[in-house]
């Protein structure tokens, strides 16, 4: 009998775009804008663009350690940058603007969450939030192709900046990602956003646990992507004689695609991190 491992945090997902043979398109438009900086774009479309690839995969263990992680208690708001084209880096952004108005409610005028049941409760998406959404496809600076780096940064700085507070933008990557300091920045309540080319959303798949092994089923898209992270997981295998197997880091984000919302990414396959900023808005 399969169990399905919680990751020990509840994400629901649904599958959405699916074509007749079962297989879902996800669109991803990476781009070189004219001064050579990268650019971020990923959008989801039925029917075209690059398809997605299910990888299912196999690991036997005598022993499985889920004990390193953290889920930020609030993730993140799951607003999408709806009717902007190429605008993932803005839903990643706009996800961190949302996450923090629950502290300052000036981020986002004339918009706030609930406290239900003794909890905070994000307020639905509605004119107030794409107003922030279009405020900062234009402070990025996002284009055709999507939107930099550089204008990410600067971007989530400058709107910040004009609701009277400040945006501690961190860089967290070298020669790779700097794991410990995400990790640091993570639970001390901070957010993360990575630029990534190529990624696998382990979300669609799923993690099924069966006796002595897991099956891991790899959405794996091709494409330069922005996601913002609230959280992490680290799974460690181990065979009977207690050597370790395999090593599988997991941060739970924004994908940034409506079929998915909150999910995870998994770091150590299938996805290249090019750069990370951690985020604190005071």
Request: charged fraction near 15%; hydrophobic fraction near 40%; proline fraction near 2%.
């Amino acid at each position: 009998m399969k169990r399905v491992v919680s990751m020990l945090l509840s994400i629901c997902f649904v599958i959405g775009l699916v074509c007749a043979s079962g297989c879902a398109y996800i669109a991803v438009m990476p781009g070189i804008a004219a001064n050579g900086l990268r650019l971020y774009a990923a959008d989801i479309m039925p029917m075209g663009g690059e398809i997605q690839e299910t990888i299912t995969e196999r690991i036997d263990y005598a022993y499985r350690d889920i004990s390193d992680y953290y889920a930020n208690p609030y993730r993140v708001p799951a607003y999408f940058a709806s009717g902007l084209n190429n605008a993932c880096a803005i839903t990643a952004g706009g996800a961190v603007i949302g996450h923090f108005d629950r502290l300052y409610e000036e981020l986002i005028p004339n918009h706030t969450g609930i406290i239900f049941m003794g909890q905070y409760v994000y307020g639905a998406q509605d004119d107030a939030v794409d107003a922030m959404h279009q405020e900062l496809y234009t402070r990025m600076g996002t284009e055709a192709g999507g939107t930099s780096v550089d204008g990410y940064v600067s971007g989530m700085k400058s709107y910040v900046s004009s609701k009277n507070r400040t945006a501690s933008v961190t860089k967290a990557y070298g020669s790779s990602l700097d794991m410990s300091a995400c990790i640091d920045a993570l639970e001390s309540g901070k957010l993360l956003t990575l630029f990534i080319n190529g990624f696998a959303i382990v979300g669609f798949g799923g993690i099924n646990d069966y006796d002595g092994y897991d099956e891991i089923g790899n959405t794996v898209v091709q494409g330069r992507h922005t996601v913002t992270a609230y959280g992490y997981q680290i799974v460690r295998y181990y065979d009977s004689a207690n050597r370790l197997i395999q090593e599988d880091s997991y941060l739970y984000v924004h994908t940034g695609f409506t079929s998915a919302g909150l999910g995870y990414i998994r770091l150590n396959k299938y996805t290249t991190v090019e750069d990370a900023y951690i985020i604190n808005i005071t």
